[in-house]
């Protein structure tokens, strides 16, 4: 069965500091990987997608994350966060079999420390 | 640039009311969800679509009922609220299966 993991709840950083969000899942197949992102009061934008090929994936904002099938991970990841990153992340997986069903991680939490 | 657009963003109801949410989207899409999201558990999915006059059950469809009458409107109906569907809404749609989804701004509803 498909099955997004988010460990961390919450996670604070400095201004400046660097981010890893963490992302592991479970899919009996390839899987397609998403990162969005929900500001308060807002829906989820996409920040970055992983379907195939080059395993480290570039977004929106300064975001990367990687995908590593042996560890069947993608994590989310960025070198120097701005205080307008205090947001909720959300990881996702999908594939293209087995019909639809995309599933979201419970989400992380981002506290941006001054 | 409307893409996805959820009415209303805002419902308080009665335990035992019905309603209905509104979802309108502009990409012609094929995709259409409506998924609930409550803290701690992320978004499930309630109902999906996979194009017009089609509709399908996702993880959480107890309680409601959905309608896709027309290729860009996906309806979510609740015909007798309780408390336990007191949560904030979703509506998102995507080209294809799988692919990119795009999100309204969400519906909060609370049931008392």
């Known amino acids: 069965a498909q099955s997004v993991t988010q460990p961390d709840i919450h996670i604070t950083v400095s201004e400046g500091a660097s981010l890893e969000l963490r992302c592991n899942y479970s899919?009996?197949?390839?899987?397609?990987l998403f990162w969005y992102v929900q500001s308060p009061g807002q829906g989820l934008q996409l920040l970055l997608k992983?379907?195939?090929?080059?395993?480290l994936v570039q977004g929106i904002k300064g975001f990367e994350a990687e995908f590593k099938r042996s560890q069947s991970s993608f994590n989310l990841r960025k070198p120097s966060v701005h205080w307008s990153d205090a947001a909720e992340y959300f990881c996702?997986?999908?594939?293209?079999?087995?019909?639809?069903?995309?599933?979201f991680g419970a989400g992380t939490r981002l506290f941006v420390k001054a | 640039n409307a893409g996805v657009t959820q009415t209303p963003k805002f419902r308080v109801l009665k335990t035992g009311q019905s309603m209905t949410l509104l979802c309108a989207q502009d990409m012609n899409h094929e995709y259409m969800y409506w998924y609930r999201q409550d803290p701690g558990m992320g978004l499930r999915l309630i109902h999906y679509s996979v194009g017009e006059g089609t509709t399908a059950k996702g993880e959480v469809p107890d309680g409601y009922n959905v309608s896709r009458l027309k290729k860009q409107n996906f309806l979510l109906g609740l015909e007798s609220a309780a408390p336990s569907q007191t949560s904030v809404y979703f509506c998102a749609s995507s080209s294809t299966v799988n692919t990119e989804a795009f999100f309204g701004q969400g519906t909060r509803l609370t049931v008392v």
């Open positions: 992983y379907f195939s090929g080059d395993t």
């Open positions: 899919y009996g197949a390839t899987p397609y």
């Open positions: 996702a997986v999908g594939g293209n079999t087995g019909g639809f069903k995309t599933i």
